[in-house]
């Protein structure tokens, strides 16, 4: 098994570990689901180098981004009452 191989499963394998705590614990908002495994994939590929070395992530990095920033705005805004 190649190490890129192995990395892909060890992320797969803590994403699931992640998702099904959130689901013992009782979470229903999907939106907490999107964002955390944001924060999973970007720790991750942070701390892999081999990931970053052999995939152009960039247009990947910038979507998530929005995404994960367009979800702490309307949480801010939720909580702020704006919404």
């Known amino acids: 098994m190649e190490i890129m ?3 892909i ?3 797969a394998i803590l ?3 992640v998702i099904i705590s959130f ?3 009782g979470e229903t908002r999907p ?3 999107l964002s955390i495994s944001i924060l999973i994939y970007f ?3 942070s701390i892999s180098r081999n990931i970053r070395l052999r995939a152009k992530l ?3 990095n910038i979507s998530l981004l929005t995404v994960f ?3 702490v705005v309307y949480r801010i805004l939720t909580i702020l009452e704006w919404i």
């Open 5 to 7: 191989d192995r990395e």
């Open 9 to 11: 499963i060890l992320y």
């Open 31 to 33: 939106d907490v689901y």
């Open 58 to 60: 960039t247009i990947l």
């Open 15 to 17: 994403s699931t570990i």
């Open 23 to 25: 689901i013992l614990i």
């Open 69 to 71: 920033s367009i979800i």
């Open 43 to 45: 720790i991750y590929t």
